[in-house]
Each structure stands twice: as C-alpha cells, then as structure tokens.
Nanobody, 124 residues
Framework: QLQLVESGGGLVQPGGSMRLSCAAS????????IGWFRQAPGKEREGVSC????????NYADSVKGRFTISRDNAKNTVYLQMNSLKPEDTAIYYC?????????????????WGQGTQVTVSA
C-alpha cells in the first residue's frame, strides 16, 4: 500500500515562507495525482493545491493562489508545497494525499491514500 509522509511544518511568522514535502514509499508516485489539504480546528478539511501525475496540470484554492506553489520530483518520489507570504489564517494541519489520476482535483473524497499530516502555525 502506498505510504505518504509529510514534513516541513512548524512555526513561522506572518509574511514568512515554508516548504512542505510529501514523500512516498513502497510505490512510485509516477501515476498518482497528489493533493495538499489542510484542516484548521473546528473547520472541514479543504483542498489547497493539487498536481496531476505528469506534473503539467496544477490547481489551487483561491485563498492561496499567487502565494503557494506545488511541484513534484518523481525521481525523488516527492511532492512539494512552497508557501510564501503566509498568513495566520493558513494555520492548520496540512495533509498530502494520492489518487491514480492524470489530472487532479481539490475534492478530498477523491483521494485514496493520506499522510498523517504536519502542523503549520503562522503566528507572531
């Protein structure tokens, strides 16, 4: 079974940057679309960004467009989420997820495999 592990979370000041990584093991990510999702306390899980299996198609939530960039390195079996100009409202647990798909979707229910999540806190 595909296993995903997120890393790179932590505490950052507003306006700062952070890069999250999603590393896969046991199977190659070559055929998987990868999504990044987040869940803040008391809120539903929401899609942040996703990337298709080839890397040519990406999608972003309106709240992060222009600030976040998703990318993938299939040779390293890893997907990244570069987050810039972070805001306190970006504070959440961030999860990566995978599904066999050429394109991608920001709907959490579409994804089959999930990581355990990494906490991102944006605070002064």
């Amino acid at each position: 079974q595909l296993q995903l592990v997120e890393s790179g979370g932590g505490l950052v000041q507003p306006g700062g940057s952070m890069r999250l990584s999603c590393a896969a093991s046991r199977f190659t990510l070559d055929y998987y679309a990868i999504g990044w999702f987040r869940q803040a306390p008391g809120k539903e899980r929401e899609g942040v960004s996703c990337i298709g299996s080839s890397g040519s198609r990406t999608n972003y939530a309106d709240s992060v467009k222009g600030r976040f960039t998703i990318s993938r390195d299939n040779a390293k079996n890893t997907v990244y989420l570069q987050m810039n100009s972070l805001k306190p409202e970006d504070t959440a647990i961030y999860y990566c997820a995978a599904v066999v798909l050429k394109l991608c979707t920001l709907r959490p229910r579409a994804y089959d495999y999930w990581g355990q999540g990494t906490q991102v806190t944006v605070s002064a």
